[in-house]
């Protein structure tokens, strides 16, 4: 088959299913108020005394962070994965995500998502998938976002090609936790409404607000979004050591909504490692993860 040689995902190892699914580009706009700002900090527990956070007219007003995840989500939901042998999307797991923070985000924007497929790798009895999207303004054409989300698919594999994948830096890095206790520790009790708050940022999934629908997969009861737990985790880092240029987590637990996440924070020269357990049940909910501060967040030596 014919390949498209200006995708700059190209690869040769990839079987002719997975070449074709490259080919496919999904664009979304997004457009976002300082309201929407708001709604997506308290949806990641920023509280009323936190004014930079909460109330536009503060003169340090900002997006958290992790803010980056939500103007890609329509964008990379919509990438087909049909092509899968076998697909099923209740056999669908998000793995791991990956943000960079390309500029200062605005406060308020109109941006537009590219989004395609990165990488696919076939694990045998499943597949792996990871979409990338570029976020950028609308009228400048300046990049803002980058994201990378995995997807384990399961029950999809055996379709050839590449077995592992690439190393792609940071988007990979496994940011294995130093053999020393944390140089910080961060709690935070979540609320028992915050999948419902969190869900109005634009991810109506019904596993976050059904009971009868969380139990199909298996759950007591609705759970809070991965996103969510790691937009927390973001903050924490935040609190902690000041702002990052980027972000990637590996989701390895579920939490439900009421739960205290603790976050295990070691500073490794300009990155830090983290991880993040459900304080009453004792569970890793994010592991392998990993921050590197911006870089007027980085102390300078003196000399």
Same mark, same amino acid.
């Given at each position: 088959?014919?390949?498209?040689?200006?995708?700059?995902?190209?690869?040769?190892?990839?079987?002719?299913?997975? &070449?074709? *699914?490259?080919?496919?580009? #999904? =664009? $979304?706009?997004?457009? +976002?108020?300082?309201?929407?700002?708001?709604?997506?900090?308290?949806?990641?527990?920023?509280?009323?005394?936190?004014?930079?956070?909460?109330?536009?007219?503060?003169?340090?007003?900002?997006?958290?962070?992790?803010?980056?995840?939500?103007?890609?989500?329509?964008?990379?939901?919509?990438?087909?994965?049909?092509?899968?042998?076998?697909?099923?999307?209740?056999?669908?797991?998000?793995?791991?995500?990956?943000?960079?923070?390309?500029?200062?985000?605005?406060?308020?924007?109109?941006?537009?998502?590219?989004?395609?497929?990165?990488?696919?790798?076939?694990?045998?009895? &499943?597949? *792996?998938?990871?979409?990338? #999207? =570029? $976020?950028?303004?609308? +009228?400048?054409?300046?990049?803002?976002?980058?994201?990378?989300?995995?997807?384990?698919?399961?029950?999809?594999?055996?379709?050839?090609?590449?077995?592992?994948?690439?190393?792609?830096?940071?988007?990979?890095?496994?940011?294995?936790?130093?053999?020393?206790?944390?140089?910080?520790?961060?709690?935070?009790?979540?609320?028992?409404?915050?999948?419902?708050?969190?869900?109005?940022?634009?991810?109506?999934?019904?596993?976050?607000?059904?009971?009868?629908?969380?139990a199909i997969g298996g759950f007591e009861k609705p759970i809070l979004h991965g996103l969510c737990t790691m937009g927390i985790a973001g903050k924490h880092v935040l609190q902690t050591f000041g702002p990052f240029q980027d972000i990637k987590v590996r989701f390895v637990g579920v939490v439900y909504?009421?739960?205290?996440?603790?976050?295990?924070?070691?500073?490794?020269?300009?990155?830090?490692?983290?991880?993040?357990?459900?304080?009453?049940?004792?569970?890793?909910?994010?592991?392998?993860?990993?921050?590197?501060?911006?870089?007027?967040?980085?102390?300078?030596?003196?000399?």
């Amino acid at each position: 088959m014919t390949v498209d040689s200006t995708n700059p995902h190209v690869d040769s190892q990839d079987s002719p299913i997975v &070449a074709q *699914a490259k080919l496919e580009v #999904v =664009e $979304t706009e997004y457009s +976002y108020t300082e309201r929407d700002v708001i709604l997506y900090n308290l949806g990641i527990g920023a509280t009323e005394t936190e004014l930079q956070w909460t109330y536009e007219g503060d003169e340090e007003f900002s997006a958290l962070p992790t803010f980056g995840v939500i103007p890609q989500f329509s964008a990379s939901s919509s990438l087909s994965l049909d092509w899968l042998p076998d697909f099923n999307p209740a056999k669908l797991l998000h793995g791991e995500q990956y943000l960079s923070i390309k500029v200062p985000i605005p406060s308020t924007g109109d941006l537009i998502n590219s989004a395609r497929i990165l990488e696919v790798t076939d694990k045998g009895n &499943a597949a *792996a998938v990871t979409i990338i #999207v =570029e $976020t950028r303004e609308k +009228y400048s054409g300046d990049l803002i976002f980058e994201n990378q989300s995995t997807f384990f698919i399961r029950g999809s594999g055996g379709f050839g090609g590449r077995r592992s994948g690439k190393d792609r830096g940071p988007a990979s890095a496994l940011n294995e936790p130093p053999k020393r206790v944390p140089d910080a520790i961060v709690e935070e009790k979540t609320q028992a409404i915050q999948a419902a708050l969190y869900r109005l940022n634009g991810d109506i999934n019904p596993l976050h607000i059904l009971p009868q629908f969380a139990a199909i997969g298996g759950f007591e009861k609705p759970i809070l979004h991965g996103l969510c737990t790691m937009g927390i985790a973001g903050k924490h880092v935040l609190q902690t050591f000041g702002p990052f240029q980027d972000i990637k987590v590996r989701f390895v637990g579920v939490v439900y909504p009421g739960e205290t996440l603790v976050t295990e924070i070691w500073k490794e020269a300009s990155k830090v490692v983290f991880l993040t357990k459900v304080k009453e049940r004792n569970a890793i909910v994010l592991a392998y993860a990993g921050a590197n501060l911006a870089r007027d967040a980085i102390p300078i030596a003196k000399l």
